[in-house]
């Protein structure tokens, strides 16, 4: 067994084993980490569209692109994201692609090995129909009492602006480091709770071969969170500060 970091604070699940086992159902491959099984998370993960409709569950977010909810089992909260499938052509695409259920898992337990901070990861689905790969779905730990990123304005409490931004600021570091993008660098995709800031959103991820790569891809992580603040949602003090510390990190910043 492996002893795991505990990066969320009060977690029930510390220095457990990080080891993941497989489940099987009708149409339906799985995949969690031996800490969180039960009984209540098998059946969550043979049928994992169930947990949409049970009563206690809160739906965040729903488009043709994702649903996303949190739900409670086992005396803890849970936040589940299911990828929709949108047509036919977006099924036959999916036949080439990482499925970004396990892209959202295989990275979340990355991440906590090099001194990012994200959701900590349960389990992930993925469901085939004739040969194809339909939805998937990816379960992780509800971080309570957290503010996204882009609720953070030039009037917000300075020391949270000042750790956010240097938090943001480290996540690139460590990305160069360790030949990473994250794909979809925006504010909503940052969590900030009261002791930490959280790296969300993990889909569009990658590992690069070669650091030319990462560095193409890094640049344009950074024009994309710089866009926010610049168009976006235009806040002069965090833009202006976030270039300080981007470019202090040895960062081109356009």
């Known amino acids: ?3 795991i970091r505990d990066a ?5 699940y510390a220095l457990l084993s990080d080891r993941a086992q497989t ?9 969690f980490l031996s800490r969180y099984d ?3 998370l098998r059946a969550l993960l043979l049928n994992p569209d169930a947990a949409f409709a049970e009563p206690d569950v809160e739906l965040l977010k729903t488009d043709i692109k994702t649903t996303l909810c949190t739900t409670s089992f086992d005396g803890n909260r849970f936040v589940i994201k299911r990828y929709n499938i949108k047509n036919t052509w977006h099924r036959l695409r999916q036949t080439v692609r990482p499925p970004r259920a396990k892209n959202c898992w295989v990275f979340a337990r990355l991440l906590s090995d090099i001194g990012i901070i994200t959701a900590r990861p ?3 689905a993925q469901e085939s129909q004739a040969g194809f790969r339909g939805k998937s ?11 996204r990123g882009d609720t953070l304005n030039d009037h917000s409490d300075p020391v949270l602006m000042e750790r956010t931004l240097r938090d943001v600021t480290r996540f690139f570091i460590l990305m160069r480091q360790n030949q990473l993008s994250h794909g979809d660098m925006k504010p909503p995709n940052i969590l900030m709770t009261p002791d930490q800031t959280v790296l969300l959103d993990l889909d569009a991820m990658r590992h690069h071969t070669s650091q030319v790569a990462c560095e193409r891809a890094l640049t344009a992580d950074i024009a994309r969170w710089m866009q926010w603040w610049r168009k976006d949602q235009p806040e002069r003090a965090i833009s202006a500060r976030m270039e300080t510390l981007l470019a202090q990190a040895g960062f081109s910043v356009n």
């Open 23 to 31: 489940l099987h159902g009708k149409g339906l491959r799985t995949h």
């Open 137 to 147: 779905w990816f379960v992780c730990e509800h971080l309570p009492n957290g503010a």
């Open 1 to 3: 067994m492996t002893a």
């Open 122 to 124: 349960v389990a992930w």
């Open 38 to 40: 039960s009984p209540m």
């Open 8 to 12: 969320t604070p009060g977690s029930g």
